[in-house]
């Protein structure tokens, strides 16, 4: 989290008691979350709000440190790697691979699947990351669902597999 609000506050090119004015905090709690000390609800949301404001790329700086994280994960073949909070199920499987924009995306969608994940490295992101991603997430799912919507209804009536007049649009 620290390094997040750090780079927010880089990116915006602004010193603490700057960035501190624009959120309604003094600079000793700005320094102080970028030591480590967690943000309150209502501060983290009114950080949240100034990215959405100004546009400041909060998601991709989230995903770069997961990433940065997860290098040090050394993958065996033919295995992948999720990014996910709480219990592995089918919803949480999704639910991390939908907040995040990968190439490949994979889900379980049995509890055996579930059962066979192993957990290799976890990652504390804290809950003002989390709003950035599941605000990402619930876009890229919305978007999804109609982009599957709208092939059903152009499609209906050809009598062809989602999958086969998916490879056909890709």
């Known amino acids: 989290m620290q390094?997040?609000?750090?780079k927010i506050r880089t990116y915006m090119n602004i010193s603490q008691k700057e960035f501190a004015e624009k959120i309604g905090v003094t600079a000793s709690t700005v320094n102080r979350w970028e030591k480590g000390a967690a943000p309150t609800e209502n501060?983290?949301?009114?950080?949240?709000?100034?990215?959405v404001k100004?546009?400041?790329?909060?998601y991709d700086m989230i995903i770069d440190e997961i990433k940065a994280a997860s290098d040090s994960i050394v993958l065996e073949e033919n295995r992948i790697l999720l990014y996910l909070n709480g219990n592995i199920t089918?919803?949480?499987?999704?639910?991390?691979?939908?907040a995040l924009k990968l190439d490949e995306q994979y889900a379980v969608v049995t509890?055996?699947?579930?059962d066979a994940?192993?957990?290799?490295?976890?990652?504390?992101?804290?809950?003002?990351e989390k709003r950035f991603l599941r605000t990402i997430a619930d876009k890229n799912?919305?978007?999804?669902?109609?982009f599957a919507n709208r092939v059903?209804?152009?499609y209906r009536r050809e009598g062809r597999f989602f999958d086969e007049i998916l490879d056909d649009a890709l």
Do not use: H, W
């Open 3 to 6: 390094k997040i609000i750090k």
């Open 43 to 51: 501060m983290a949301e009114g950080i949240y709000s100034l990215c």
């Open 54 to 58: 100004n546009n400041i790329p909060a």
């Open 90 to 98: 089918d919803t949480a499987l999704v639910n991390s691979l939908s």
């Open 111 to 114: 509890q055996k699947g579930c």
């Open 117 to 128: 994940v192993r957990i290799e490295k976890e990652l504390d992101i804290s809950g003002f």
């Open 141 to 146: 799912r919305k978007s999804g669902v109609d």
């Open 152 to 154: 059903c209804k152009d």
